[in-house]
């Protein structure tokens, strides 16, 4: 039986039960500085929120939420994933990294039977820069006047078969989490510069 410890929401722990479903893994999810050292995989959902819970694990692949900056900033054990909200409870997960961090944390990865999907390792990867534009001409739409946000809700959902409109993905997602990765990919990037309503 594999062990992997991970460290998340009462939310996440729900979707990494399910990810994890029918795989020959036990999970033990921890919120202290006091648990085991012998697991085959750590996973930080809250790296994000400043705290590099797994920081001194360097000998055994760690899985962290980390979306706006890239795997040069992380331990060569330590990978990207996107742990947004919405965007791993079904598919599985997209991952970036270097490429002695994505060779690490495929090996297990495949190992343990989680679905993941490999992204450039840049700033929101693939699917959050994506979101995260289209949430921002939301904005901007929003802002002129085109239309109320839920009826640019609506019209995305049944215009693009989205699962949520782009304010609804703000709302899910976090809007300070939106404005940052724009302000990253702004510096780059005029297309991300965000909208004067992102801002709190």
């Not at 995260?132 to 904005?139: D, G, L, R, S, T």
Request: aromatic share 12%; proline share 5%; hydrophobic share 40%.
């Amino acid at each position: 039986m594999q062990q992997v410890v991970i460290h998340c929401s009462k939310e996440d722990e729900i979707i990494w039960h399910t990810l994890l479903a029918n795989k020959e893994a036990s999970l033990l999810f921890v919120n202290t500085s006091s648990f085991p050292f012998d697991a085959n995989l750590y996973i930080d959902c809250l790296f994000e929120d400043g705290d590099n819970f797994f920081e001194v694990i360097t000998h055994k692949p760690v899985l962290v939420n980390a979306v706006t900056i890239t795997g040069q900033a992380l331990q060569e054990n330590q990978c990207r994933f996107n742990g947004w909200p919405g965007f791993y409870e079904k598919n599985g997960i997209e991952i970036a990294g270097t490429p002695t961090q994505l060779t690490c944390m495929t090996e297990t990865l495949d190992f343990l039977q989680i679905p993941y999907r490999k992204s450039a390792d840049v700033p929101g990867m693939f699917a959050a820069r994506t979101v995260a534009m289209i949430i921002n001409e939301a904005y901007f739409g929003w802002e002129e006047g085109i239309s109320s946000k839920e009826d640019i809700d609506t019209a995305m959902k049944l215009g693009t078969n989205y699962p949520f409109g782009p304010f609804e993905w703000a709302n899910k997602i976090g809007i300070q989490r939106v404005l940052t990765l724009l302000l990253v990919l702004s510096e780059t990037d005029d297309r991300y510069v965000p909208a004067s309503t992102l801002y709190p």
